[in-house]
């Protein structure tokens, strides 16, 4: 069972930098995303701009983060630990996809990602551990 | 309501107008919808036409405007011509948007647009109205003179022109000449034509040894993955593989498939001619291919609104930002233009720091791949997509591992974008 963090100030202090105001009278079509600030059903703050931040992974990790494939789920991971499997691969120097693309994203965007993906409930396949080429961290053999 | 005063009745409600104003036909705020046309039902187009339903809760009607029913993917395709994969397999209807997303799928095509009325009219008499219309019509091949690419197969868009390029193989008499034509970049897959070197190489190999792939490349280099690829033509394909850089294909005798090129002419068993890409023809027609080349579609990276027409976004490869042209990062290009389509219907502004992501696999042989990856961010600076150095890598060669990730990789691409 995984633990949903909360981390509103972390992710308000990030709102801070970005641009985003809505007009106040205009009727939202975005699903009610284009509040600065969202509290989803999983009780966790979805800043704005995270869900389009968080889209980009959605090419191989599934819509919304479900995954329909092998490839890892990121629904209703929690937020420690998608930011902290993302900076350890921003800090490493290894020939892998995903620590290319970890280096794409800012400290603050890698955040509102993560903060995306806790808020949605259910992955398919999140731990599927039998397969761990698919993982992102899959040289975690050392620490393990 | 027809399409145009459905439309000032939309403008008049985002100017404030109260409903009580207006004709007593016209109050009925609750059902009536802002539009957004789709044209094109490519990674691009098919991507924002799911998004639009998904992210504005289905408040907003999106219309799919493609002559085809069936997509087929020109990621995988291939391996159509070594064998690996049939060409049924790669094909992708639109049930699942219709039906799960409440996309209007119509199956015709565009032929006129009016920017100023916003509307479009289709081959099948319908004229339709939209608040936001985007564009996603892929590439267009310029012409060369003599090809007739019904018998000089380019087999770079999917479907038929494959599965013939494949039976163009398979009796290709043994010792014969694979010869291939690389157009200069942009193209629509960098690592595309490389990709296709190699596994015709693996058939060639494995079912017609003797025989040989000539790489015409019109460009100065193997313009990606050049370790890659540079060791399969070398090593993997030692023998088999004659790799031409800097080959202008100038003309073409398609009924004797002779290459014509700036360093002499090339006879070919099968001869297989990448055209130059431009933008879909939609797109240059109504003036909006006004990069400096005159080939793709200038937009605001931040939304894909066209520069030359207000209310026009273009994704996919027909946009100039200069990201490559490909199916993963045009499922990208489509996000970022459906929220930003979203935000703009809703009054706001587009979200100001987007990141779109590049990532693809290639087969190398039957059973093994490499990869590439890159991700762009916006630039408020330059007001444009700029690669993130960090992001941009590669494979060290090709292995069999990455093989079996690359279908998982293409499932999960199409799954996102067709289901």
């Known amino acids: 069972m995984k633990r949903k963090y909360l981390s509103w100030l972390g992710a308000l202090a990030l709102l801070a930098s970005s641009s985003l105001s809505s ?17 989803s059903a999983a009780g966790v703050l979805i800043p704005d701009g995270a869900r389009l931040l968080a889209s980009q992974c959605f090419q191989c990790h599934g819509t919304d983060g479900k995954s329909t494939t092998g490839i890892d789920s990121l629904a209703g991971e929690s937020q ?4 902290s499997e993302m900076r350890e691969m921003k ?7 995903m620590h290319y693309q970890a280096k794409a994203y800012t400290d603050a965007q890698i955040q509102l990602i993560a903060a995306y993906f806790a808020s949605i409930s259910g992955g398919g396949n999140n731990d599927n551990d039998d397969d761990d080429d698919n993982h992102h961290n899959d040289d975690n053999d050392a620490n393990d | 309501m027809n399409d145009l005063s459905r439309r000032q009745f939309l403008k008049n409600l985002s100017l404030g107008l109260g409903a009580a104003a207006l ?9 009536i919808r802002p539009r957004v ?7 691009a187009g098919a991507t924002a036409a799911k998004y639009l339903r998904l992210w504005s809760n289905n408040t907003v009607d999106v219309i799919l405007i493609e002559p085809n029913a069936i997509y087929y993917s020109p990621i995988l395709s291939n391996l159509v011509l070594n ?5 049924a397999q790669l094909g992708f209807k639109y049930d699942t948007l219709a039906q799960k997303y409440g996309v209007q799928v119509v199956r015709s095509t565009a032929i006129a647009l009016n920017s100023a009325s916003r509307t479009v009219k289709l081959a099948n008499g319908q004229t339709l109205g939209y608040e936001r219309l985007i564009l996603a019509p892929g590439v267009q091949f310029k012409a060369i003179p003599g090809l007739n690419s019904n018998k000089v197969l380019h087999a770079w868009k999917s479907g038929n022109q494959v599965q013939q390029l494949r039976q163009q193989l398979q009796a290709m008499p043994t010792g014969g000449s694979f010869v291939m034509s690389i157009p200069k970049a942009p193209y629509r897959c960098p690592p595309g034509p490389y990709e296709r070197a190699c596994v015709v190489a693996d058939y060639l190999k494995r079912n017609q040894p003797g025989s040989k792939v000539i790489v015409l490349d019109g460009n100065p280099d193997i313009t990606v993955e050049k370790d890659t690829f540079n060791h399969a033509f070398t090593n993997t394909y030692a023998g088999i593989v004659q790799y031409v850089p800097n080959t ?8 004797k498939k002779v290459a014509i090129t700036s360093f002499g002419d090339y006879q070919a068993s099968v001869l297989n001619v990448i055209p130059p890409h431009q933008a879909g023809g939609i797109v240059r027609k109504n003036g909006l291919a006004n990069s400096s080349t005159g080939d793709w579609a200038n937009v605001n990276p931040l939304s894909y609104e066209s520069t030359a027409a207000q209310g026009i976004h273009i994704i996919g490869d027909s946009q100039g930002t200069g990201q490559p042209k490909a199916g993963h990062i045009a499922n990208a290009e489509a996000k970022v233009c459906a929220d930003a389509v979203l935000r703009l219907l809703s009054g706001a502004q587009p979200f100001q720091s987007p990141v779109t992501n590049s990532a693809c696999y290639s087969p190398i042989s039957a059973d093994t791949a490499s990869w590439l990856t890159a991700a762009f961010a916006y630039d408020p600076a330059s007001q444009s997509m700029q ?3 960090a992001s941009f890598g590669a494979s060290s060669g090709a292995s069999s591992s990455n093989y079996r990730k690359m279908f998982e990789w293409a499932n999960s691409l199409f799954s996102d974008t067709f289901a």
């Open chain 1, 23 to 39: 007009s106040a009278n205009a009727t939202d079509y975005t699903g009610g995303r284009l509040t600065n600030t969202n509290i």
């Open chain 1, 80 to 83: 420690n630990e998608l930011v």
């Open chain 1, 91 to 97: 800090a490493k120097n290894k020939v892998d996809l």
């Open chain 2, 23 to 31: 004709p007593i036909s016209f109050a009925q705020a609750a059902v």
């Open chain 2, 37 to 43: 046309i789709v044209i094109g039902g490519g990674f």
């Open chain 2, 83 to 87: 064998g690996q994969r049939q060409v």
């Open chain 2, 248 to 255: 202008i294909l100038q003309a073409v005798d398609s009924n």
């Open chain 2, 387 to 389: 690669l993130i150095p």
